[in-house]
């Protein structure tokens, strides 16, 4: 069965500072993989997804995320933070249109 | 494009008592997905619907039941509500097994 593991509950960044969230999961094939944002009460935005090809993916908002296959990791990254940033990211596997999530990590950005 | 609607957006239920919540998908889109989200949890998946059926079931009692409609658009029936229960559900819609767009979801308090 497919699992998600973000490490990182809560991460604190200053404004115009990079980020980086961290995402491992578990899946016997190549993996669809996917990174959500939610803001408090809201449901979940598409940022970015990958599925095959160019293991360097692009997204919304200024966001990259990278897949290693070798360390089964889908890493999601900002070169510069802006203080709208701040949500609750879910990484998250499809398999056959089921999208199995991650815990969340809570982005706080400081002015 | 209205995208995902979900209705209602809040309501309060008292334990024991049934709810019904409905979703209408993005145009276009033949396929209804519906996940409960506790409070500081991803979302978890309850099931699916695909002409009419439901394809996939997650871990969730019989308690939960689901229909889809001719026109795509689909209900989640919870029976015998427990204070467990309390959550936002969240729908998500998508061309077969495409990408999951999500509406802003249906709080639901179980009291």
């Known amino acids: 069965a497919q699992s998600v593991t973000q490490p990182d509950i809560h991460i604190t960044v200053s404004e115009g500072a990079s980020l980086e969230l961290r995402c491992n999961y578990s899946y016997g094939a190549t993996p669809y993989l996917f990174w959500y944002v939610q803001s408090p009460g809201q449901g979940l935005q598409l940022l970015l997804k990958?599925?095959?090809?160019?293991?360097l993916v692009q997204g919304i908002k200024g966001f990259e995320a990278e897949f290693k296959r070798s360390q089964s990791s889908f890493n999601l990254r900002k070169p510069s933070v802006h203080w709208s940033d701040a949500a609750e990211y879910f990484c998250a596997v499809a398999r056959k249109g089921k999208l199995t999530f991650g815990q969340g990590t809570i982005l706080t950005v400081h002015p | 494009d209205a995208g995902v609607t979900q209705s209602p957006t809040h309501l309060i239920k008292t334990r024991g008592q049934q709810v019904t919540l409905r979703c209408s998908p993005k145009?276009?889109?033949?396929?209804v997905s519906w996940y409960q989200q506790a409070l500081g949890q991803g979302p978890q998946f309850i099931f699916q619907y695909y002409e009419e059926e439901e394809r996939q079931r997650g871990n969730f009692p019989d308690r939960f039941s689901g229909h889809q409609f001719p026109n795509y658009s689909s209900e989640l029936n919870v029976n015998a509500l427990l204070l467990g229960d309390s959550a936002l559900y969240l729908c998500?819609?998508?061309?077969?097994?495409?990408?999951?767009?999500f509406g802003q979801g249906t709080r639901l308090t179980v009291v």
């Open positions: 990958y599925f095959s090809g160019d293991t």
């Open positions: 145009s276009g889109h033949d396929t």
């Open positions: 998500a819609s998508s061309l077969n097994e495409g990408h999951a767009f």
